[in-house]
């Protein structure tokens, strides 16, 4: 090795020492005890100093949503936002939120994989006096207070709307071969949409549903599953699905082997986003049931009420709507997402 090479290498080592002693007091350092901020949007004198745990990037939906979060809690804002996104997986969760403990951070935000499994970690959090905002999906514990508050879409009440729809439209008489690509297994959000659907459609025996399968909430599993209920049952007439990503996967699907969506196969979407709401004008999809992914100022009202002491509801469901042909014009082009 010639003495450049070797230099070299010396200045390298060197330069990543250095790189890694700020990024380890980036991430020791905690904000809030330094009281360098005299007055901030949050009311405040120092930033708040929040850990958001995102579940993934699985979808559209859940792009926005951390865009919105994001893009409140920023330092001009008040904020000190630490940000990590578990890829999907429980235990990524569960790390990140023990390392948001150890920072001693002021509130926890997080929208959780599944329901369960959460008591252990939670009750850490709770201990340290941290208070808990679930974001989007809901757990569930064996203690109630170890969640401060929620804030999301009413999983159940999308799914009742879902099948309201088609008892008006289609008819709860009418004969009706189902399908439907359910979301993320043990996810509030696909458990919620698919008791609420049930509640409504169970009560008609004319309804035949004759698969509910998990895509979750991608569209490439969404596309899979929609070949395989394809080649397994002939004339479907519905396609549930509880997410839009899973809907665009179905209906590449559907197309690929000459099936017109919105006509062939009656579709039922979640969620809402841009492209989704294009397909309802355009006549793909009949009716998409809103969820707002834009819970940013939500949450941030929540943590300013928590934490000056303020009442605050312990659940905020958010307000949404159902967007047919009939009235997607008019919210096309305000939709961002
Ligand atoms: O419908 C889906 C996302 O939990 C409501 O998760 C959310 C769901 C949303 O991946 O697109």
Not at 259 to 277: H, M, N, R
Request: hydrophobic share 40%; aromatic share 8%; net charge negative.
């Amino acid at each position: 090795m010639g003495i450049g090479t070797r230099r070299r290498i010396k200045v390298q080592a060197a330069t990543l020492m250095m790189s890694f002693g700020v990024l380890l007091s980036g991430c020791i350092r905690n904000p809030l005890h330094e009281n360098e901020i005299t007055q901030t949007e949050t009311g405040f004198d120092h930033l708040i100093s929040v850990g958001f745990s995102q579940l993934g990037s699985e979808s559209v939906w859940r792009s926005a949503n951390t865009v919105s979060i994001q893009d409140t809690l920023t330092r001009d804002n008040g904020y000190f936002l630490i940000y990590n996104n578990a890829r999907q997986k429980q235990e990524n969760q569960i790390k990140a939120i023990r390392s948001f403990i150890s920072q001693r951070v002021d509130v926890i935000v997080f929208s959780p994989l599944t329901e369960e499994g959460w008591d252990t970690v939670l009750q850490e959090a709770f201990d340290a006096g941290i208070p808990v905002i679930t974001s989007d999906r809901q757990v569930h514990v064996a203690k109630e207070e170890l969640v401060t508050a929620w804030v999301g879409g009413d999983m159940e009440l999308e799914g009742e709307k879902a099948a309201l729809w088609m008892q008006e439209h289609l008819g709860e008489k009418t004969p009706l071969d189902i399908v439907v690509l359910t979301g993320t297994e043990g996810s509030s959000a696909a458990e919620g949409r698919s008791k609420g659907f049930h509640k409504v459609a169970d009560a008609f025996p004319a309804w035949n549903i004759l698969e509910e399968k998990s895509g979750d909430f991608t569209m490439a599993k969404g596309k899979e599953i929609m070949e395989e209920f394809l080649s397994s049952y002939e004339g479907i007439d519905v396609l549930v699905s509880q997410n839009d990503d899973m809907t665009f996967g179905a209906i590449e699907a559907m197309e690929e082997r000459g099936i017109v969506p919105g006509q062939d196969i009656t579709i039922i979407s979640f969620d809402a986003v841009k492209k989704a709401l294009e397909m309802v004008r355009d006549g793909k999809i009949n009716v998409d049931v809103e969820c707002s992914p834009l819970l940013g100022p939500d949450i941030s009202r929540l943590i300013t009420a928590i934490l000056q002491k303020e009442h605050f509801e312990k659940d905020n469901p958010v307000e949404e709507l159902v967007f047919t042909k009939d009235n997607v014009e008019a919210y096309l082009d305000s939709r961002t997402y």
